[in-house]
């Protein structure tokens, strides 16, 4: 299971952290892909990262103001979100797949958060 929280209502240029904690079987190797859903669009892919934190990869319209990491004692990856635009404003979700790799496409996952609120305003 997959609980996502930290979003909320942040003025342009500013920051959020989002959290995505895990329960269940967390020892096993898994990666944590992180996407939103805009108003009226389809979700997209916003960054990942793999089992062991070395490896990242990001959406070209957020690289260089977000960032990945995780903290394995708390099973829980982050999302920090800085400089933040009013085209960021989403629901985003945090999802897990086991395996070594990074992905970037939903199919790829099979686990889903229930999706926290970004709200950007200019």
């Known amino acids: 299971q997959l609980q996502a929280c930290g979003g909320g209502l942040v003025q342009a240029g500013g920051s959020l952290r989002l959290s995505c904690a895990a329960s269940g079987r967390t020892s096993s190797a898994y990666a944590v892909g992180w996407f939103r859903r805009l108003h009226g669009k389809e979700r997209e892919f916003v960054a990942t990262i793999t089992w062991g934190g070395s490896s990242t990869y990001y959406a070209d319209s957020v690289k260089g103001r977000f960032a990945v990491s995780r903290d394995h004692a708390k099973n829980t990856v982050y999302l920090q979100m800085n400089s933040l635009k009013p085209e960021d404003t989403a629901v985003y979700y945090c999802?897990?797949?086991?395996?070594?790799?990074?992905?970037?496409?939903?199919?790829?996952?099979?686990?889903w958060g229930q999706g926290t609120q970004v709200t950007v305003s200019s």
């Open positions: 999802a897990a797949t086991y395996g070594g790799a990074w992905y970037t496409r939903e199919s790829q996952y099979d686990y």
